[in-house]
């Protein structure tokens, strides 16, 4: 028996309530505002969950680098001359200045700029000093002068992932269910996958878990996106009306377990895996035939129609989001206060892509997805404005986040994916 | 462009096209060449590329500087052709270079 959801009085310590009787869903927006929040988020989430870190393919070779924040922390993802990869923390064991200050590059080891330590880069200090300087044991017993490695690495699918909780459970069990997504987009193509070269960064003035929700909510795009579905009805031609005709109306929501979970269905825009519009051409037309055909020989033809005519936006617990639409944006977002978000999207394609079929993924990720596209300034917009809006709390405080949830098998455009994240933001927020 | 030969001290011996601009150390350790820890990776701070040059070369090359020659104090086993590989930077001169890598390093 559930008990009635009593929304008159606040609960200290409670921000997430449900009524599954009444299919009744509420979030406070005290969430989305409170230092208080942000902290605990920082010490029961940020500090104990799987983050992604990179992908294989920006380190291709031995001694390649890259350097990048997450949740915070300036790290270096690197492989070492075995090829074996690492994370360290981006700060010299010195006096604390950043080691590697360039965004990328391939480099035996690193020096610091400030006094000249210098580190093999698989870690190892390597700074000779003359005789008397330091003791002979220096860095030697529990005194390490080594980089410091990030307590936990490990991979799926070439996606890497870090944690600052050595005790955490391994990721693949993190990942549960979820890793069926990493599956779909590392099978789109038979030569392998790879982030291409660039990122954006940008951030919005407002909490991050609106961007969570955002990222996979069904139920804003045609009221929120007009700007984009018309300029997309004008470039493929034809209406909604007769878009929709073709479609078969696939609509599914999966709950992978711990707080991950994804939608997926069908939508008006082309596919560079699989999905033609008119405007590709007939020489479109056979690249994708090609393509699909490549597919189902490969995976199966259930799964190729997945992969080629399936839409899908998922999020892996707490702030990765992969989205596989018209185009594939890895993307992850990091709070800098309650009110701040800082964002990063990468394009994600196949290997070897003839650049006739890269321009297509390309020229959509940037209509759509990218932040001076048809679409995410109408998202920042509607972020910002429901953060500006949380000025309100005092007198309106609950989120409705119910849509859906009496039905036995909620579709893409309702919100049990968000519940799903909300439930697992609970259990580790309101735990005593 | 230069071929350097590396000996390695078992005897092996290993050839690599080295590019213009580039030490004889990168070359060794991006091809592959046993024997040279080359821990700091080029900067010349941790004295772990250590080559003894093929006495017929060792005029042929930039003197060390008094960099060079400080850190050679910390390698193992130091004679007159002693080097750090990181230090010699490869240009058409040096094609033939021979250099013998040490059976050790001495270790940081």
Redesign the interface.
Known sequence: MVEQMDLTKSQEGKWVREDKKRGLFKVSRDAFTSQAVFERENERIFNKCWLYLGHSSELENP?DFLTRNVAGHELIFNRD?KGGFNAFFNTCPHRGAIVAREECGN?????CFYH??????NG?????S?KGVYPEDFGKEGDSVDLSRVPRLEQYRDFHFINFDADAISLDDYLAGSKEILDIVSDHSPDGMEVVSGVQNYSIRANWKLLVENSFDGYHAAETHDTYFTYLFDAIGGTPEEAMAKMTGQSNCYDYGNGHAAIEGEAPWGRPVGRHIPAWGDKGKEDIAAIVKELEERVGVPMAKRISNGDRNAVFFPNLVINDIMAITIRTLYPVSPNEIHVSSWAFAPKGEPPELRKRRLDNFLEFLGPGGFATPDDVEALESAQVGYGNAQFAPWNDISRGMLKEKPANDDEEQMRCFWREWARRMEAE | MALVIFVNADGTKTEIDIEDGISVM?GG??GGVDGL???????G????CHVYVDPAWVDKLTAPSSDEK??LD?VFEPDDTSRLSCQIVCNAALDGLVVRVPSEQSG?
């Open positions: 001694n001359r480099a035996l080891g690193f020096k000249g330590w210098s580190f093999n880069n190892k200090y390597a700074t000779r003359p | 990168e350790v991006r820890d080359a821990d700091c990776g080029g900067q701070a941790c004295a772990t400080d850190m910390f940081l």
